[in-house]
Antibody, heavy 121, light 110 residues
Framework: EVQLVESGGALVQPGGSLRLSCAASGFSFRGYAMSWVRQPPGKGLEWVSTISGSGGTTFYSHSVKGRFTISRDTSKNTLSLQMNSLRADDTALYYC??????????????WGQGTLVTVSS | QSALTQPASVSGSPGQSITISCTGTSSDVGGYNYVSWYQQHPGKAPKLVIYDVSNRPSGVSPRFSGSKSGNTASLTISGLQAEDEADYSCSSYTSSATVVFGGGTKLTVL
């Protein structure tokens, strides 16, 4: 059974940093692209970032490029998102998500339950 | 990258069919057959119901179907059931090597 368990969400001040983690199990981690998708309270889904199966290629939305860094540790089956220079509009539930293939354009077939990031002073 | 355009809400009675549209541009929906649809019940994680425009994942009811014409993709749910009441979001791969979601559509089963 595929399981994705996020952690690391917290209340952080504007300009601060936070690192999210996602523990993956139940599938061959290195074979699939992994993504972070966020959902602001009461709003729609927003793609944040994707990393290829090998970890060699990363993709970012325009709104987070240069501030967020996605990475994966295949030895620990863990996906991470380092978030710097946080702003109020980064406030959202952050989902860890598994692609159904190696590349960015593959759909997301499994989602975690999300971890809440709140940026406020 | 602007979000794909979806109606804010649609509704239908049990047994009826409804269609939700998802409009983009030639740089996303119109340019690739990489449109997906997700169902999300309140307080729950999204669930994939359609991928690559018209393919259904294993276990998804055949009442769900997808199509595309030009820059607009559509999700049709036939034989509406109470359990179909949820938010539905489309997504597409883009020419900028990003992914874009629609704003989401709230489906109400009357």
């Amino acid at each position: 059974e595929v399981q994705l368990v996020e952690s690391g969400g917290a209340l952080v001040q504007p300009g601060g940093s936070l690192r999210l983690s996602c523990a993956a199990s139940g599938f061959s981690f290195r074979g699939y692209a992994m993504s972070w998708v966020r959902q602001p309270p009461g709003k729609g889904l927003e793609w944040v970032s994707t990393i290829s199966g090998s970890g060699g290629t990363t993709f970012y939305s325009h709104s987070v490029k240069g501030r967020f860094t996605i990475s994966r540790d295949t030895s620990k089956n863990t996906l991470s998102l380092q978030m710097n220079s946080l702003r109020a509009d980064d406030t959202a539930l952050y989902y860890c998500a598994k692609g159904d293939g190696y590349n960015l354009w593959r759909p997301i077939d499994y989602w975690g339950q999300g971890t809440l990031v709140t940026v406020s002073s | 990258q602007s979000a794909l355009t979806q109606p804010a809400s649609v509704s239908g009675s049990p047994g009826q069919s409804i269609t939700i549209s998802c409009t983009g541009t030639s740089s996303d929906v119109g340019g690739y057959n990489y449109v997906s649809w997700y169902q999300q019940h309140p307080g729950k994680a999204p669930k994939l119901v359609i991928y690559d425009v018209s393919n259904r994942p294993s276990g998804v009811s055949p009442r769900f179907s997808g199509s595309k014409s030009g820059n607009t993709a559509s999700l049709t749910i036939s034989g509406l059931q109470a359990e179909d009441e949820a938010d539905y979001s489309c997504s597409s791969y883009t020419s900028s090597a990003t992914v874009v979601f629609g704003g989401g559509t709230k489906l109400t089963v009357l």
